[in-house]
Structures are given as C-alpha cells and as structure tokens.
C-alpha cells in the first residue's frame, strides 16, 4: 500500500463545476504540499499546510491531521485548471522526505 | 527574484554514458531536493542537499549521485545509464531541510536514454 493515496486517478469536470481532490497518507508527516503540474512537466506548489485550511482565489486546501486526509478545493472551476494535481507529504523522522500520491488529473470542459 | 533554473531543459544519451545534470535554487535557499518522475513510477524522492550536505537519500542505486556547492547550486550525476533512467528530473529549492517549507521547483530536464 502506497504511503500516500490519491482519489480520484482521473476527473473531468464542466466548467463552474465544485472539485474536490482527495488525499490520504499513513505517515508521520511534517507538512503536506498540494502541487499543480501542466503539460510539458512544470511543477508549481499550490500550498503547504500542517493543520487546519487555507485559502488562494478559488482554490481551498484543507488538513485533518487526525484522520490524515487532506483535500484540494476548486471552486468555479475553470479549463485553465486543467493539470495534474499532486499530494506530497513531508515524512517526519530519520528519513525526512517527500512522498508522493500517483496525482488527480484533471480536465475541466468549457 | 528568479525562480528555480535546471539545465540542460532537454538531453539525449546512450546506454553506459555518464550524465550530469544542475540546479540552480533560489537565491537564498539552501535545500535542493531531486526527483525522478516517469509514468509508471511517478515522482520519487532522489536525494536532498543542505549546506552541501546529502541529507537525506531515496531509494536509489548508487549510479545515482548528487552534490551541492557553496553557493548552494546543486548538481545530479548518473552513471552507466539504462534505458529504464529515462525520465524527467526534477529539483526543488527550499528555505530549510526536511522540505518544512515551502517547495519551488523547477522545469526539470527530460532524460532519454536510448
């Protein structure tokens, strides 16, 4: 079983839909980072969080650190959402790393 | 301020060659971190630098090797390349170790091995 699972693999979506990208990890973790990759590779971080939510434009990003799961929020989604989006979580302990989920990819149909 | 800058963007090698490939982090930044990135496996954790120590290393043979210098740039070598190496590689840059910051990654250089 991977350290940290992503659901789901794939999800299209029309535009103005709510999307809800879910992550779950079995690890101690530092901090877990939501990243956005487009075609041709690009990587950017959308957020980092180690409790609670957080919040940019229409993009909401939540932790619950008991029940390790994390989820990403796109409100009004939009074509231009359309990527790859990736659950990393910084592991704790001897060996601190990034592990990642298998990511969401997303395609949002005008 | 610039982002984080790997070179070569794109590179073409054959089985047995050597290859050496760099990152440059933000000014500041200390942590770089390598990933590999192919479609079966995804990204995975190649190693992580600080201060031009090897912090924290992946699971990886050791044809796969990296340094960082003083000025915090930071270079990744593989040797005796196979076919399965190819790949995208990717590197990021962070304030502090252990990637407890937030990560800045680069464009990756994409790695054909043929």
């Known amino acids: 079983k991977n350290e940290v699972e992503q659901s789901p693999q794939n999800l299209t979506a029309q535009e103005g839909e709510f999307i809800t990208i879910n992550c779950s990890y079995s690890?101690?973790?530092?901090?877990l980072h939501w990243l956005q990759q487009h075609p041709g590779g690009g990587i950017v971080s959308l957020f980092m969080l180690s409790s609670g939510k957080k919040k940019h434009g229409r993009l909401i990003a939540t932790i619950n650190i008991q029940e390790k799961h994390s989820s990403l929020h796109i409100t009004a989604s939009h074509p231009r959402d359309s990527a790859v989006y990736i659950c990393a979580v910084g592991t704790q302990g001897g060996s601190e790393k990034l592990v990642f989920g298998k990511g969401t990819k997303l395609t949002v149909n005008p | 301020k610039a982002g984080v800058t790997q070179t070569p963007r794109y590179l073409i090698k054959t089985r047995g060659q050597q290859v050496t490939l760099s990152c440059s982090p933000i000014?500041?930044?200390?942590?770089v971190s390598w990933y590999q990135q192919t479609p079966g496996q995804g990204l995975q954790f190649l190693f992580e630098?600080?201060?031009?120590?090897?912090?924290n290393k992946g699971n990886f043979p050791g044809r796969f090797s990296g340094r960082q210098f003083s000025n915090s740039r930071s270079e990744m070598n593989v040797s005796t390349l196979e076919l399965g190496d190819s790949a995208l590689y990717l590197c990021?840059?962070?304030?502090?170790?252990?990637?407890?910051?937030?990560?800045?990654f680069g464009q990756g250089t994409r790695l054909t091995v043929v």
């Open positions: 690890v101690g973790i530092s901090a």
């Open positions: 990021a840059s962070s304030l502090a170790y252990g990637l407890r910051t937030e990560a800045f």
């Open positions: 000014s500041g930044h200390r942590s």
């Open positions: 630098y600080f201060s031009e120590t090897q912090r």
